[in-house]
């Protein structure tokens, strides 16, 4: 177990809606990483944030945005779905940023049909 | 820009014998290099990383991996394979130069160890 949660496990949602993917950093750890996960794509960077902020940006399209929250959980909002969107979703988390290793989340399966 | 190779889409060994997984990198500074393994359904977990220093790099369940700068090069090793090793295996690398603290990972190595 690596200190890192994510809810929901699975989601199911149909193209054209929004979801919502939420992110527990390990106690302690102050930077948030977001990736995702295809057959094709492989592991791809979305978006990275420490203590609040927005550090890096990876390949995240326009109709996904993040946000960390005071408390340093995380959440990745997925609008207007397509079929192409469905893949793992993780989320990683590091005590700080550069030298310091990720840990990652067990992942959110999120299927659009 | 910063990029990772895994050569290998799947490596095959017998249990008990010595296994690589192998791993090049593209930086314009310095590297920083990670190595992850996915077991199916699960996240990725950290094995070891190079920041500087000692070129070979000890991590856990008994995996290290060699530093080589002249051939650009950090290959995972391990002297015995186990069935349980069987797993998906990842390579990361920052640079250091780069300005961004994104890490680019590769394709991924399956490995499968042979009872």
């Known amino acids: 177990d690596s200190g890192v949660t994510q809810t929901p496990k699975h989601l199911i949602t149909a193209t054209g809606q929004r979801v919502t993917l939420r992110c527990s950093p390990r106690?302690?750890?102050?930077?948030v990483y977001w990736y995702q996960q295809s057959l094709d794509q492989g592991l791809q960077f979305l978006i990275q944030y420490y203590n609040g902020e927005e550090r890096a940006k990876g390949n995240i399209l326009e109709r996904f945005s993040a946000q960390q929250f005071p408390d340093l959980h995380s959440e990745l909002n997925l609008s207007s779905l397509e079929l192409g969107d469905s893949a793992l979703y993780f989320c990683?988390?590091?005590?700080?940023?550069?030298?310091?290793?990720?840990?990652f989340g067990p992942g959110t399966r999120l299927t659009v049909t | 820009a910063q990029s990772v190779a895994q050569p290998e889409d799947q490596v095959n060994v017998a249990e008990g014998n010595p296994l690589t997984v192998k791993c090049t990198y593209s930086v314009s500074g310095n590297p920083y290099l990670f190595w992850y393994v996915q077991y199916p359904n699960r996240g990725l977990q950290f094995l070891l990383k190079y920041i500087t220093g000692d070129n070979l790099v000890k991590g856990s369940y008994g995996f290290e991996a060699e530093f080589n700068k002249s051939q650009t090069s950090f290959h995972l090793k391990k002297p015995s394979a186990l069935v349980s090793d069987s797993a998906l295996y990842f390579c990361a690398v920052r640079d250091d130069g780069a300005g961004s603290y994104q890490l680019t990972f590769g394709k991924g190595t399956k490995l499968s160890v042979i009872p």
């Open positions: 990683a988390s590091s005590a700080g940023e550069g030298l310091h290793e990720q840990y």
């Open positions: 106690s302690g750890d102050l930077s």
